[in-house]
């Protein structure tokens, strides 16, 4: 594979979260299924509500780089879909991997060509720039995440975190 572009290296390394913080994936690992439905209070999501939205607007974002035609909700709610908590260890695990297949499908394409491309089904808006697009908000909600599982005593995981 030829080298990437310093562009789209960074876009790669963006996505999976190295460097600022915790890598994305590793942030949810090590988690009590039961603990990412349990809502603190004030706190207006729970873990697994935050993932399934992470998860609803990464899927929005890689269909319109396939070149689908996908609606923008007409309501917020509606990107916060499912319930409050996992029903079981095994639903938590689908989600987590849902996830990371879909920022390894996101990865896959930040290394592919034609980033400058503008993209049909998000007028204004190229390849790069919705990979742009998933990074941040993936990294923005990662961040939610990371403070409720301190906040829960349920932090660092396995592989470590930065606990400062």
């Known amino acids: 594979m030829p080298e990437l572009s310093t562009a789209a290296a960074a876009l790669v390394e963006a996505l999976i979260g190295r460097g600022a913080h915790v890598e994305s994936v590793r942030a949810l690992e090590g988690m009590d299924w039961k603990l990412t439905g349990r809502r603190l209070r004030d706190a207006p999501h729970t873990i697994f509500q935050i993932l399934n939205h992470i998860i609803f607007w990464q899927d929005f974002c890689l269909r319109r780089l396939r070149g689908e035609q996908v609606q923008v909700p007409p309501r917020a709610e509606v990107g916060w879909p499912g319930p ?81």
């Not at 049909?120 to 919705?130: G, I, K, M, S």
């Not at 909600?141 to 932090?155: E, K, P, Y």
Request: charged residues 20%.
């Open 84 to 164: 409050e908590s996992p029903h079981h260890e095994d639903e938590w695990k689908a989600t987590t991997a849902t996830f990371a297949e879909g920022l390894q499908d996101a990865c896959t394409i930040a290394r592919g060509p034609d980033l400058d491309e503008v993209l049909p089904a998000w007028e204004q808006t190229t390849r790069y720039e919705a990979l742009r697009i998933i990074a941040s908000h993936n990294s923005y909600h990662i961040g939610q995440i990371v403070l409720l599982r301190r906040m829960l005593g349920a932090w660092p995981p396995p592989g470590g975190g930065d606990t400062w």
